[in-house]
């Protein structure tokens, strides 16, 4: 049996790691990217093939996408990871900061894709997995920028898994809830707010609060249960469209589809005492 071939990007933490890790223990062969190569040491010893790839430099794409082609003439699946998550006060995040959110997760994503998609319909049954997020179907306040850049990776995947169909390529989205990875810790420490004193002083305290409790002290996927729900959407001969993990993500989608916007928008507003 021909032994699978899988592109990971933002492979050296989270769920990236740990979807690289698993499809080598089942055999694949993996080639996991980051940034910076120095951080993915782990997954070279234990059998993949590591490289740098920036998703924001069309340069370090090609050069990992030629070396597949030269060594495989084919890939079966891209795994998009790469990304980071911009939260703060809409009116205080700048355009330079708007720019570099989308220019990692959405037109990251978007020439990753592009690049590999003649290596994916030489594969019998090529894949592509974006790692999306609750956030791209709920947005919730202090995020709405990452929640735009996670509404158009769930537009992009919609629109290819039609415009790829007659090619037996299948585009699957992934939708985590809370992780217990670096991601909040990292978001929080980036955070874009005013100073004291200011307007925004209870939506932010009241907000932080809420994201601390209910998303950081409840249920939490660990990033090896996200990388098994991959590997499904991977080998799955009829894979479904969306995977959802957490019972908070699967909530939040039900209550999103139940309620009236406004019914919704009271609701938070309530729960996060936002005034």
């Known amino acids: 049996m021909k032994q699978r071939t899988a592109l ?8 990236g790691l740990a979807a ?37 430099l ?22 998009n ?3 980071f998550g911009l939260f ?36 019998e049954d090529g894949r592509i997995v974006n790692i999306s997020s609750i956030a791209g179907i709920v947005s919730l306040p202090l995020g709405a920028w990452y929640s735009v850049s996670k509404f158009a990776v769930e537009a992009i995947s919609d629109s290819l898994r039609m415009e790829l169909a007659s090619q037996h390529i ?28 200011g307007v925004y002083d209870t939506v932010i ?13 409840k249920e939490r996927a660990k990033p090896e249960e996200v990388a098994q729900l991959i590997y499904r ?10 995977y959802r993990i957490t019972t908070t993500a699967r909530f939040m989608v039900f209550i999103k589809w139940l309620l009236p916007d406004k019914w919704l928008d009271a609701i938070f507003i309530k729960q996060v005492k936002l005034k």
């Open 88 to 123: 703060g006060v809409f009116e205080y995040i700048s355009d330079d900061m708007i720019q570099k959110q989308l220019e990692t997760n959405v037109l990251g994503l978007a020439r990753v894709i592009r690049t590999t998609l003649p290596l994916l319909r030489q594969s």
């Open 170 to 197: 299948k585009v699957i989205s992934i939708q985590p809830g809370p992780v217990a990875s670096n991601f909040g810790q990292v978001t929080r420490k980036k955070m874009v707010i005013p100073e004291p004193d």
């Open 58 to 79: 069309q340069e370090t794409i090609d050069a990992v996408v030629n070396r597949i082609q030269e060594e495989n003439g084919h890939l079966d699946a891209v795994i």
């Open 205 to 217: 305290k009241n907000a932080m609060n809420f994201f601390n409790r209910d998303f950081q002290k």
């Open 81 to 83: 990871n790469a990304g």
């Open 20 to 56: 690289a890790k698993y499809l080598v223990q089942q055999g694949w062969k993996v080639y996991a990217t980051a940034r910076n190569a120095e951080n993915l040491k782990d997954l070279e010893s234990m059998g993949a093939f590591t490289y740098a790839l920036d998703v924001t």
């Open 8 to 15: 990971i990007t933002g492979s050296s933490s989270g769920i």
């Open 233 to 242: 959407a991977l080998t799955a001969k009829k894979p479904k469209t969306r």
